[in-house]
């Protein structure tokens, strides 16, 4: 059972696509799923569940985006959309949630997002008999599974299901629309001083290049790697994204030395964009990618 | 081995000194994008006046990105390096080093406190480094004494605390912070060449050489003062003076390298440990070999940061631990 | 003659409490001061005073008719030389760098410079005085104790002061080297008109070597004089709370001390 919990960890590392390797971790998991006799985390029946914690903002915003709002008991402080979220009662950080709140809370399920997460918390969640649901979306595709597969256990199928039909419509549209546009070339840049940027691994690189985007570090292994300086230069981006704002505030809205010279700079073609609909695998990665697409291929949605 | 004399010295930091230019020359034609070679020769040649058919890209990657991390290199190496050495001569320890002792962290609180607080100032930041390195010095000393005055052992006993309280502190600043921030300020912590500031580097290269000035003038008290601190002053030396202005210096030196690359660790150890073993324990000689000696690992350090996961980058406080610390145990074992 | 060092009536708090009270002795050229007294009787606090390490806390200590206090620590460095127990050697030094060490005082710069013409030669005439010339490229750390005392030895010579404190420099000294270590004090003092004072818990030394003996208990001077008039067993008695034989010495007429067990 275990071993399904290192699939996402050590997925990365094996170049295969990521569509396989969600596919080959969902099979894995319903394999270990139906193989347990007796191990608690088996979900039975959707309406069971009327008290969740969520351990990640994305989780949280999709809980709310489902219709579930009314039973998400517990969110970390960084947990901060929809606005309805700020009611409910704090269990820490993502990196540092408290065991003893969440279990005072006393709820069913606790759904994870991150692997660190998941070696310490799981053995101790099941030890209450809690059930632990973890679902890390590498992509866009991955966001829609696990807004489906939460609003099954939450007892919200059928809104869940109707959100993801309007998701994909919105998505594919933009797809249509950057069809047989010239990619744009763009960096992606996390932060300036130091300089890091979205690689191969990075959830925002799937909407970039659904979003009729050449991220030019897009082959770089790992997901949030530090770049160099000397190759941001070279590479010369016809645009770059600044992803800000949001929980991130103000920082990170200026674009680093090494780029002040690159064709996006000089032309003026650097867009700041909202960082929460960027990094967060839920229903407003939607936006960010409409985001994306209208500032780069602006006449594609006149 | 022979005592040292003027022309000893002389030849060694000349040798150093020519050791020191090959480096910055050879090191600024490896990096993540390739240089043509010979042009980059010579447009460094001409001190950066001619193009000598470089793009003006490649120039700019040369000129604007890698030499001024080199010299960056260079400043914080030398800095490190003779800040070692005046600790361990003055403590008579010759495990005393900015790191050990809690200096840099008091550097790196420093530094923190000007990011979080004062973020655009760019300045502030190597003003409140050298305050916290200072204050972590005037904290260990304070610690330190005891009945027999602050004696090595204690010495190195009260750093490790300080050492160790302040990176808690440190973790607990990084707890406040959201996820993206902590990551670079993780990386930072371990050594971080990339973000030169073009107005700082004059600043820390002028520092380092000034400050490996100051204590290389007091070397001969400092040779004195390294074979007891009862001896020193009986012999005429003004122990407190030159304690005042080593730790000073020192505190100088620690305090720019670390506002602006984050701890580069094991160079203020190895070092000027190296430096001695070669050349003798005189001050006079031993110092100023381990400012360019300094200079020097940490270039060569920070290319393979640079280069060996290129275009992704490591910290350089990485790779000179990974070199430092089995380089530590071989001298260890040697002496 | 004048004294070279003059303490009056001088008086050192350390370490919470009063190590020496209302001490006067004058060390004059040509003659070995011995200090003799019990532990904790503040000898080497008195020493340390005399150089200026320990500040006093009232009475006068006068370097060659100047106040202590108003001379700088190069200039001190310059008249008086200290000869201590051991050294510290954590980092290693040959012995002629060691001896050279006692040049810094008549650098030109301070704390930085290089060693002259005349350094050198101070400090070879040195090492041959206390016969360590063939040792003179070895490490400090590879001497044995005694020679590693005549190094000490070597460097206090090395500053040309004429005055030598001696802290206990007999103490981890066998026989043979004892003896040297003192004639060479002797011959220092005779030679080139030094003063010299020894603190030490060899009576019979000191009855030997020293023109002049003080006796302290409790941070006091009780009593000053020539070794036959200080060295009486009562007087011995008072200070040591021990009964001592004293008799004369048959080769050089001196006392002789012998406890009584």
């Keep these: 059972m275990l071993f399904v919990f290192f699939v996402p960890f050590v997925a990365p590392c094996a170049p295969v696509s990521r569509r396989i390797q969600t596919v080959v971790w969902l099979l894995l998991l319903a394999i270990s799923f139906g193989c347990n006799s007796g191990a608690k985390p088996v979900l039975d029946g959707p309406a069971r569940v009327t008290r969740v914690v969520s351990l990640a903002p994305n989780l949280t915003e999709i809980v709310f985006a489902v219709g579930a709002g009314d039973k998400l008991v517990g969110r970390t402080s960084y947990c901060d959309y929809p606005p309805e979220a700020k009611a409910v009662a704090e269990i820490g950080d993502t990196l540092h949630p408290s065991l003893e709140r969440i279990i005072a809370l006393k709820p069913q399920l606790v759904l994870i997002s991150t692997s660190s997460q998941l070696e310490v918390f799981t053995q101790q969640l099941q030890n209450q008999n809690i059930r632990v649901f973890v679902t890390d979306p590498q992509d866009l595709e991955g966001v829609f599974k696990s807004i489906t597969q939460i609003g099954e256990m939450l007892g919200q199928k059928d809104q869940a299901d109707v959100l993801v039909t309007k998701l994909r419509e919105r998505a594919n549209a933009v797809e249509q629309a950057v069809k047989g546009k010239a990619p744009v070339r763009v960096f992606y840049q996390v932060s300036g001083e130091p300089l890091y940027t979205a690689g191969r691994d990075a959830f925002v690189t799937d909407l970039m290049h659904r979003a009729g985007i050449t991220s030019v570090t897009a082959d770089v292994p790992g997901a949030w790697p530090k770049y160099s300086n000397e190759s941001a230069l070279a590479a010369k981006p016809e645009a770059i994204i600044l992803p800000t704002g949001g929980s991130m505030g103000a920082a990170n809205s200026e674009v680093t030395e090494a780029l002040r010279q690159s064709p996006a700079a000089l032309r003026g073609r650097v867009y700041k964009i909202n960082d929460d609909y960027l990094t967060r695998p839920g229903p407003r990665a939607i936006d960010g990618l409409e985001a994306m697409a209208r500032a780069l291929h602006p006449d594609a949605f006149k | ?335 | 003659m004048n004294p070279l060092l003059e303490a009056r009536d001088v008086s050192v708090a350390y370490d919470h409490r009063i190590a020496v009270a209302d001490l006067t002795l004058s060390l004059n050229p040509r003659e070995i001061t011995a200090i003799i007294g019990p532990n904790g009787a503040g000898k080497s606090t008195l020493l340390r005073a005399l150089n200026g390490q320990i500040p006093k806390s009232s009475g006068s200590i006068t370097l060659d008719g100047q106040p202590l206090e108003r001379l700088n620590r190069r200039t001190i460095s310059r008249h008086i030389a200290v000869v201590a127990q051991e050294a510290e050697l954590r980092f290693p030094v040959t012995v002629l760098e060691f001896v050279l060490g006692g040049r810094f005082a008549w650098a030109t710069h301070a704390g930085w410079g290089w060693e002259t013409e005349r350094d050198l030669e101070v400090a070879n005439a040195v090492l041959k005085e206390t016969e360590l010339t063939e040792l003179s490229s070895r490490l400090m750390n590879e001497l044995s104790g005694g020679e590693r005392q005549r190094a000490l030895m070597a460097r206090a010579l090395a500053t040309e002061a004429p005055i030598l404190l001696l802290d206990e420099p007999t103490a981890n000294l066998d026989l043979s080297h004892q003896a040297t270590l003192l004639t060479l004090v002797r011959k220092r003092c005779d030679e080139h008109q030094s003063a010299a004072l020894v603190v030490t818990h060899d009576i019979n030394l000191a009855a030997q070597f020293a023109n002049n003996i003080t006796l302290m208990k409790q941070g006091r001077a009780v009593h000053s004089g020539t070794p036959k008039e200080v060295l009486r067993p009562e007087l011995l008695r008072e200070v040591f709370e021990v009964r001592v034989l004293v008799d004369t010495h048959p080769i050089t007429g001196g006392p002789r001390i012998t406890p009584i067990i």
């Design chain 2, 1 to 335: 081995m022979n005592r040292v004399t003027l022309r000893k010295t002389l030849i060694s930091c000349a040798l150093l000194g020519g050791a020191l230019l090959l480096a910055i020359v050879s090191m600024s034609l490896l990096g993540s994008e390739r240089l043509p070679a010979r042009a980059s020769l010579c447009a460094l040649a001409s001190l950066g006046t001619r193009a000598c058919g470089l793009t003006s890209d490649q120039f700019d990657i040369l000129f604007q990105i890698r030499l001024p991390r080199i010299l960056l290199a260079a400043a914080v190496g030398g800095s490190l390096a003779t800040a070692g050495a005046g600790y361990q001569a003055l403590l008579r320890n010759p495990l005393a080093e900015p790191y050990l002792l809690g200096i840099s962290n008091g550097a790196a609180v420093g530094t923190m406190i000007a990011l979080v607080f004062f973020g655009a100032v760019e300045w502030i930041r190597p003003l409140l480094a050298f305050t916290g390195a200072l204050a972590a010095t005037f904290a260990v000393y304070r610690l330190a004494r005891g009945r027999a005055g602050a004696t090595p052992e204690r010495l190195i006993l009260a750093g490790v605390i300080v050492t160790t309280f302040l990176s808690s502190a440190i973790v607990f600043v990084t707890t406040m912070m959201d996820a993206t921030r902590i990551r670079s300020f993780t990386f930072w912590l371990l050594g971080d060449l990339s973000g030169t500031s073009k107005a700082l580097l004059p600043v820390a290269i002028t520092i380092t050489i000034l400050g490996a000035l100051a204590l290389t003038l007091h070397a001969r008290s400092l040779n004195l003062l390294m074979l007891g601190e009862r001896d020193a002053f009986d012999l005429g030396v003004e122990v407190g003076r030159v304690r005042v202005v080593v730790f000073l210096v020192a505190s100088l030196l620690v305090g720019s390298s670390v506002a602006a690359s984050g701890s580069v660790g094991y160079v203020g150890l190895v070092v000027p440990h190296l430096a001695r073993l070669s050349l003798g324990s005189d001050n006079r000689i031993s110092i100023p070999a381990a400012a360019l000696g300094g200079a020097l690992f940490v270039i060569v350090a920070d290319t393979v940061a640079r280069t060996i996961i290129a275009p992704r980058e490591l910290p350089v406080g990485a790779i000179t631990a990974l070199i430092g610390a089995p380089l530590f145990i071989y001298l260890l074992k040697r002496v």
